[in-house]
């Protein structure tokens, strides 16, 4: 997860995700997230849901504020190598990404759970090959593990 004062996401030429930058509906006081959402063999819907309440809530915004007292909206992209393993030989081993079929439903899980706390999600869309680009605020970058 990072605070950023902008971010988005590029598919085939087109933006299908943004935060900042003067976007309709952003917070000028307030400040984005951009998560980087990695899943693993072991994560349930109930991880899900309470991982998105944790960014909800978590205060790592600027005066110690969160997307819930802000508005802010988090842009949310998938990002199945997080879970890359490179400490043997020259290849990074997926083997604790979860599958697609595994993955997706958690990943929608999680933006319907943000979604339903009143949070703007915008997001990437998952397995595509994506360009994103941010502009970190700080930066707070934050890596969190339910």
């Not at 004062?5 to 000028?28: I, K, L, M, P, R």
């Amino acid at each position: 997860m990072q605070r950023v004062t902008q971010a988005s996401v590029v598919v085939d030429g087109e933006v299908v995700g943004s935060v900042g930058g003067g976007d309709e509906g952003q917070t000028e006081e307030g400040g984005h997230l951009l998560v980087l959402l990695g899943v693993t063999h072991d994560d349930t819907v109930q991880k899900a849901d309470a991982l998105a309440r944790k960014v909800h809530g978590l205060r790592v915004l600027r005066e110690e504020r969160s997307v819930a007292d802000t508005g802010g909206s988090v842009l949310v992209v998938s990002q199945f190598t997080l879970y890359g393993d490179a400490r043997k030989g020259r290849r990074p081993s997926w083997t604790a990404a979860a599958p697609g079929a595994v993955a997706e439903p958690l990943y929608e899980e999680f933006c319907a759970a943000l979604r339903a706390l009143g949070t703007d999600v915008p997001t990437g869309r998952f397995g595509a090959d994506m360009q994103v680009a941010s502009v970190n605020d700080g930066p707070v970058t934050i890596l969190l593990e339910l």
